[in-house]
């Protein structure tokens, strides 16, 4: 199985297979030309191609969107954030893919009203990412300066080659996980979907 190669294996695999899909590629490709800070490429799209590859599906089915994070709190107006999303259509338009782009700096500033907790200011990209409602869709990509692959992965590859998705009770409410979940696996049946832990109130 994937998921018992080395790491360095895995992060081998993990490229070969996000390689698959031209409209991820394509994604980090023009990201790249926008030069935002801190940037990655992230979530669903990662480890939904993945799953494709592993059960035999094509690359990009069942992805709904791919999602850009950045990280700039020199600025945390909607305006300047909306700025950065409009060069994104620019840059965009043509791939036939929904992308959404986010500064991460701003988060904090909506969070709540739209999940019902508070969360407290990210200090970087990355630690959102740590923050998302399943240790599985902790993932990011960027491609650097030098055309290599950067991944943030906090909680290694394995879960996402074994088709595991497993709880993150940092931030998320219980609810958004087991949405999430429930929608995953309807369009990819193979996967093992363990329950939030007993006792967490997030």
Not at 54 to 75: E, K, L, N, S
Request: hydrophobic fraction near 40%; proline fraction near 6%; glycine fraction near 8%.
């Amino acid at each position: 199985m994937l998921g018992r190669l080395s790491l360095t294996e895995q992060l081998d695999a993990f490229h070969a297979a996000l390689d698959r899909n031209e409209i991820l590629t394509g994604v980090m490709a023009r990201t790249a030309t926008l030069d935002l800070p801190g940037w990655y490429v992230t979530a669903g799209c990662l480890f939904q191609t993945v799953w494709n590859v592993v059960t035999g599906r094509p690359p990009a089915q069942g992805i709904r969107d791919y999602d850009v994070f950045y990280f700039d709190d020199t600025d945390l107006s909607w305006e300047a954030e909306d700025a950065v999303i409009r060069a994104g259509q620019e840059v965009f338009g043509g791939l036939g893919a929904e992308v959404e782009i986010r500064n991460e700096a701003r988060v904090h500033l909506w969070y709540e009203g739209k999940f019902g907790v508070p969360c407290p200011p990210y200090d970087s990209t990355e630690s959102a990412i740590d923050r998302f409602a399943a240790t599985t869709c902790c993932l990011g990509v960027r491609l650097e300066r030098d055309g290599g692959w950067r991944v943030y992965a906090p909680h290694g590859l394995s879960d996402v080659f074994n088709l595991v998705v497993r709880p993150n009770p940092v931030l998320a409410p219980k609810e958004v996980y087991e949405a999430k979940a429930t929608r995953w696996k309807e369009i990819w049946p193979e996967l093992t979907v363990l329950p939030w832990p007993t006792g967490s109130s997030t």
